[in-house]
């Protein structure tokens, strides 16, 4: 199952954020939102048509009503990448687009870094009325992609895009016969089907297809299952949305079916003793009789390994310091929630308070977060079961990191979390 959510832009937050079951509805993710505030290298494109005319039948494809429709890869699409793809980029470009060229090298460079997690799709959404080109480029491509080189001939395209966007139809055609030859093409072959127009009802029927979804321009990219509001060049956003599908992948392997039975004994003490990578220790006391659910779970992610070898991935001076991600993003979860439990006794009145983080009632799972001062506005909605005995000043030199800034420092790491029951 996709797991879909906003890189470094939303996450299991202390006050706010989501789970991942419920972000897996609404990723664009880690681009959509990153997206509105990064632009393209050159603007988006749009089409002056407003009413598109129904594609010819004789198309060959049917043309998708929905985006969740258009987003299944079909046999009849170009692609690359890899075979059986965590992330899936459907991509609707036009040839003679700027903006489509400047991001095609970065769309190329991701494929080719992550080639057994990435699939890239390629589909044609000319814009004829702007782009008078686009169409026989369009089918140009298809013609070479009958012959097995539709990615040489894309390529060839976008680099020559300033060579032949403003030649005539004649020389147009010529140019383009002339590049499947240099491209070791059978020419004749390439001529016929380009002289017959045997890929413009298929290239005519993905325009309409793009239009009939309300798609905004070229390019427009349908990224795993959801239509993006823009498309960035900057590798580095595409590249983290990568490394944190894949880290959410290997995740759901370790993820737990259920929520543990209950083993603790509330009318026992229980020590957990964190052992940091920098050679601290915190040293935490446990309240079972108040919130003896939350303290079992802890218990017994603890012992399970859990929590070996994850980092403080959210620390706020001031406010608190977040960690119980393996995947260090801030949205990772052990597979289940447990429900909340509020002992009116008890207030996040001070430093040392240990609290559940969660993204709202009944959702915590695995992460916690420990307070650097009062926080009494998360009474009542964030689950305490504990408070730091010894050990505070070790939690005050955590490293301050915000998940949300890609520059952010490494977090600070625990080696284990040790219990001791008495």
């Known amino acids: 199952m996709k797991k879909l959510f906003v890189l470094l832009l939303m996450g299991l937050l202390v006050a706010c954020g989501q789970s991942v079951r419920e ?3 609404e990723m664009a993710g880690v681009l959509a939102t990153a997206v509105v505030s ?3 290298a050159t603007a988006p494109e749009t089409n002056a048509a ?6 010819d039948e004789s198309a060959g494809s049917s043309i998708a009503g929905t985006i969740a429709e258009a987003a299944q890869v079909r046999s009849s699409d170009q692609t690359k990448g890899a075979a059986n793809p965590l992330i899936t980029i459907i991509e609707y470009s036009d040839f003679q687009c700027p903006a489509c060229k400047a991001v095609s090298p970065t769309l190329a460079r991701l494929v080719e870094s992550y080639r057994e997690q990435v699939q890239l799709v390629y589909r044609h959404f000319p814009l004829n009325q702007i782009h008078p080109n686009a169409q026989k480029a369009a089918e140009a491509a298809e013609a070479a992609g009958a012959q097995g080189k539709f990615w040489e001939f894309h390529d060839a395209l976008f680099a020559g895009q300033v ?6 139809e004649s020389a147009f055609r010529n140019y383009l016969v002339g590049l499947a030859a240099e491209l070791e093409l059978d020419a004749d072959q390439f001529a ?9 009802a298929y290239v005519t029927a993905s325009e309409q297809e793009a239009l009939g979804l309300g798609m905004p321009g070229t390019p427009s990219i349908i990224l795993d299952g959801q239509l993006l509001p823009g498309v960035p ?6 590249e983290g949305y990568v490394q944190a599908q894949i880290a959410m992948a290997a995740l759901a392997d370790r993820q737990y079916d259920a929520a543990p039975p209950m083993t603790i004994d509330p009318t026992k003490s229980y020590i957990a003793t964190i052992e940091m990578e920098n050679g601290g220790q915190i040293v935490i006391e446990l309240l079972p009789e108040s919130a003896p659910e939350t303290v079992n779970n802890f218990v017994f992610l603890a012992r399970e390994g859990w929590y070996d070898g994850v980092s403080f991935h959210r620390v706020i001076p001031g406010f608190m310091a977040q960690t119980g991600d393996p995947t260090g993003l801030g949205m990772g979860d052990p597979g289940y929630a447990i429900p909340d439990e509020f002992d009116p006794a008890l207030s996040h009145d001070g430093p040392g308070v240990v609290s559940m983080a ?8 695995s992460q916690f977060f420990i307070t650097y001062a009062p926080a009494t506005h998360l009474d009542g909605r964030h689950t305490i079961f504990g408070r730091v005995i010894e050990g505070m000043d070790v939690v005050n030199a955590i490293t301050p990191r915000d998940p949300q800034d890609p520059a952010a420092p490494d977090g600070d790491r625990m080696v284990t979390i040790t219990i001791e029951e008495k």
Request: hydrophobic share 30%; no cysteine.
């Open 23 to 25: 972000r897996e509805a």
């Open 38 to 40: 990064t632009a393209p």
């Open 50 to 55: 407003a009413n598109p005319e129904p594609a």
């Open 163 to 168: 060579d032949w966007q403003g030649l005539n």
């Open 192 to 200: 016929n089907d380009l002289d017959n127009g045997v890929y413009a």
């Open 233 to 238: 060049n900057d590798f580095s956003l595409w």
């Open 358 to 365: 969660n993204s709202g009632p009944n959702t915590g799972g």
